[in-house]
């Protein structure tokens, strides 16, 4: 792999590319680039990807110079330096006294030739068809296509002569062409057919422009449905089982009354909670990481974590109830999921103002709501703050604030008896969003980070999911049924098991992907891609082709478990995770086929299973 180079274009920037295997120059745009590639997409029907070397992208003012300077060249080279005799001018030429002067005309003998009849021939007339309008405007067409016309007086000559030659053609065939005036095909054309068929054409162009206004898109509807969902599934989800009952059988009553979603205390926690969490953000503690879209983040999450976990004692010794987070679930829930709303749009807004390189390109199809719903960019940042890395650590932080108060609510509840059931249940969720934090850089290689754009599913997505994981331990204070100590080992072990497949292999492939040529990864085999990257086809990733998600399913079929099989609720999550794991690794494996090509069909017979080895 090459090193010291330095990328000259950006991502989304139009540039012109030559085409693989010939001298063709397309117009392009930038997808993806590494030190020695770029990875382009041709502005062509079928929106061709090649992986290109540096060498084979040019920028469009660039190859417009070189194809001036080449052509002027090129008219140079006709061009003699030295001075010649022009045909028209006779040099003086000294005369021979004795010689006669010859003509050089030659003597043309006359034969009579016999008059014959000639017979007639069939002339077919075939009508020229159009040829068809490609597709793009090739760049060297000008020099590859063949030339229809060329002004010398050889081609004068030759059409003269093509001219007399129908002519007589014409006249031996006895065949006159038949020419009609422009009076004559204006009215064949202006038939009653025709004006039938153009009175049609612009019937239907209306009504279609009427469906199009009325109807909207396939991608509209969808992005409408998906964000209907993903807005009121924590509602629906935590309503199915509250502290009354716990059953799927009945669709849950939903509150209508303002007051069950809005609370100004509630408000006022939210946004207390994000500010400090930005705040403790920007404290120059911790290592300092450079991202790609000018930020700069300190890995200093584990000091967010300590100064959180203080404040619930710190509160509780002034006397302050605490138990309100509890009490105000639903208006906290509603208020952090408004405010993913907010900032959604608010990024969409500001992405008219951002470079083109900074935006999402499959949240820039035109299409509003698809947009929105997509998001428009990808890693934003205001100044050196990250968001999305910023979105991450609050979520893992309050996911462990509403476990703490869950524990505090059980200890109220009961008088200062805990229930080991309750405890376990608290403790492997909070390890998680601990993990979480403390390898927080990992989350800069994950698909999630580098691919997906921060729009309304990642947004809403991001500050509903510690409601919607907290199911588990609220099912377990409200209806819990204690279990017994080897039942909770067996539980811990299964949890075990699959933070170690996660952690790990999430761990390997960071490691890999920032540090190919650590040492540490000698032992590791991997395959080389078009892109200048090589992929893992040993270790976690040599097993399955996303061990990160299957240890996932390990550790929530874990949670699942301690809230025991009186309520299906708990493996309703469950079987939604696993349909989302599944439906992510299509997505995932995808990109990556569009990625690398060829090297990711090496890689998918090497590694052969998605999620379960020999099942699927």
Known sequence: MEGGKMAKFKVNENVMARWPGSNLWFEASIVDFNDIEYQVMFKDDAKSEYVLKYRDVKSIEQFQRSRSKSRGRSSSRGRSTGR????????PAR??????????EPVIEVKPVKKLEPEPVPVVVK??????????????????APRTSTPTRQSARIASLAEKHDEVDGQVNNIKPEVKTVT?????TQSVGSRLCGLTSCVGGCLKSAACAVIPSLATVKALIASLLILAMPFFLNELCTKRKCTILEFPTMPRKLEVYYDLRAVGIVIGFVLTQLLLCLIPIGRKVNLPNGAQIRCNGYISLLVSLAVVPLLMYLDYNVLIVYTLFRQIMATSIALGVVITVALYIRAKYIPDDAKNPAGNTGVFLADLFSGRETCPAIRSLDLKFCAFRIMATMWLMLNVIVVVKDLQIHLGQYSPTLLVACTLQIFYAVDLVWFEESLLTTFEYTKQG???FFSVGTFQSPFVLTIFTRIVLNHRTELEWYILSLVV????????ICRGSNSQKHAFRTNPSDPALAHLESLPTSAGTRLLVSGWWGVMRHPNYIGDLLVITSWALLCGFNYALPWVLLALDVLFMVARTYQVEEACRKKYGLAWNNYTDRVKYRLIPRVF
């Not at 010649?84 to 040099?91: A, D, L, N, V, Y």
């Not at 005369?95 to 050089?104: L, T, Y």
């Not at 072990?493 to 170690?500: D, E, F, I, P, R």
């Open 127 to 144: 009508p020229r068809t159009p040829s068809p309008k490609p597709a793009i405007l090739l760049a060297r067409a000008d020099k590859l």
């Open 493 to 500: 072990a299964l949890n075990l098991l699959g933070y170690t």
């Open 84 to 91: 010649r005799k022009s045909p028209g001018r006779k040099s």
């Open 95 to 104: 005369k021979s006294p004795g010689r006669p002067k010859q003509s050089r």
């Open 184 to 188: 004559e095909n204006k009215v064949a």
């Open 454 to 456: 921060f729009g309304l």
